[in-house]
């Protein structure tokens, strides 16, 4: 039976979105085409009217994964700020649900082994992260001050500027691992010692957040 353009698109979406989930889940090896299908709702054979390959659909699933980002473009508001963000991501909840999170802690490792194609797609996933957490940490950063005698010209304010972009860049970058090092580490433990398991959670979140709370650190 054939099926509308609206429909296949549909189907084609439904399956993205089910890989992309069980992939976080279970790794890309503990995913088989047929799990991503039932899950969808879909014929074993359909997927491949969608996807020249399992290796283009991996591809496909974890690009869309990384629409999840611990700073979406919407910005922020006064209710959610960085050390909002950090709680939310070192937290039980997201270390329980990793197929609704942050898919460079859940397929990194496997992204490392799989061949340059995927780690285009994970490092082109990760520049936006870290692009995205840079401003957010430049948007709620105190506003600089030139040094007392000095004279504001172009040249200075660039420097300036460019010089603070990549403080922010540089933060962003070990904010950014430190998290997804530690979410690792949580679930890695969660099963055998919870203790340890939420230990590492509430440490890094406190060192993280005083960190930034820092004045020049």
Known sequence: MKVSKAQAAENRQGILDAAARLYRERGLTGVGVADITRDA????????RHFESKDA???EACARAFDWSIAPLDGHTPNTN???RIKSYLSPQ???TPGSGCPAAALAVDAARAGPELSQVFAEGIERNIQRFAQLLADTAPAACAPAGTTDTTDTTD???TATAAAHRARAMEVLATMVGGLVLARATAAAQPGLSEEILTTLQEQLIRLLDTPGA
Do not use: I, K, N
């Open 41 to 48: 709702g879909l014929t074993h054979g359909g997927l491949y």
């Open 57 to 59: 659909l991996v591809r």
């Open 159 to 161: 420097a300036a500027t």
């Open 82 to 84: 960085v050390a909002d």
């Open 94 to 96: 997201h270390r329980d």
